[in-house]
């Protein structure tokens, strides 16, 4: 089983920043990164398909696609792969987010 992360400003003091990452500021930073694509679906395909909608934000690593999803003001993505942590960390200083476990 791996282990899910959450990139959030919910632990941080309102101060001049917004709590929460809103969709319009994670389209706008994804958009500058060329190894991500915004989609509207996520299709896991295995024994059988399934779509889920969403706001996602997909990581091209080599020959695998790991989604980043945007929900409720919150990134989560999947630890399955080792390569995200590092990349998570590096999105998250971008974006000033914390991240928690769970």
């Not at 899910?4 to 500058?32: H, I, P, V, W």
């Not at 399955?80 to 914390?98: G, K, T, Y």
Request: glycine share 6%.
């Amino acid at each position: 089983m791996s282990k899910r992360y959450r990139m959030t400003r919910a632990m941080q003091n309102a101060g001049d920043s917004a709590t929460t990452l809103s969709l319009e500021e994670c389209k706008q930073y994804f958009a500058s990164k060329p190894d991500f694509t915004y989609t509207s679906v996520f299709t896991v395909t295995g024994a059988t398909t399934m779509s889920i909608e969403g706001d996602f934000f997909m990581w091209s690593y080599g020959d695998t696609t790991i989604p980043f999803r945007h929900y409720q003001g919150d990134i989560y993505v999947s630890g399955a792969n080792e390569a995200v942590i590092p990349r998570m960390l590096e999105v998250a200083s971008d974006l000033r987010a914390d991240i928690v476990e769970g």
